[in-house]
């Protein structure tokens, strides 16, 4: 079974900043993906950012520019770092990772709460 635990989340004002950290209980190397996705009160879960295997990095629309996302593979980490928030990223994020095999595992959330 693998685990992801997540940290970092928090309250913080407009236009601060946080990083998150997610530890893998196993290596990530190799896995097809690693990433964020997050959830605010009333919506659907949204990916946030993502890499993939291969070093690739996608991003939602609304966080370009100001999100960062990043693995460390030989400590098992993944972390996003998060600028310039808003309100709007209000939610809880939850790290993620999908295996060559399809296996997808997900952390048990992290709140973040970005005050006007």
């Known amino acids: 079974q693998v685990q992801l635990v997540e940290s970092g989340g928090g309250l913080v004002q407009a236009g601060g900043s946080l990083r998150l950290s997610c530890a893998v209980s196993?290596?990530?190397?190799?896995?097809?993906?690693m990433g964020w996705y997050r959830q605010a009160p009333g919506k659907q879960r949204e990916l946030v950012a993502v890499?993939?295997?291969?070093?690739?990095?996608n991003y939602a629309n609304s966080v370009k520019g100001r999100f960062t996302v990043s693995r460390d593979v030989a400590k098992n980490m993944v972390y996003l770092q998060m600028n310039s928030l808003k309100p709007e990223d209000t939610a809880v994020y939850y790290c993620?990772?999908?295996?060559?095999?399809?296996?997808?595992?997900w952390g048990q959330g992290t709140q973040v709460t970005v005050s006007s």
């Open positions: 993620n990772l999908v295996t060559v095999s399809t296996w997808q595992y």
């Open positions: 890499v993939t295997g291969d070093g690739s990095l």
């Open positions: 196993r290596s990530i190397l190799g896995c097809k993906s």
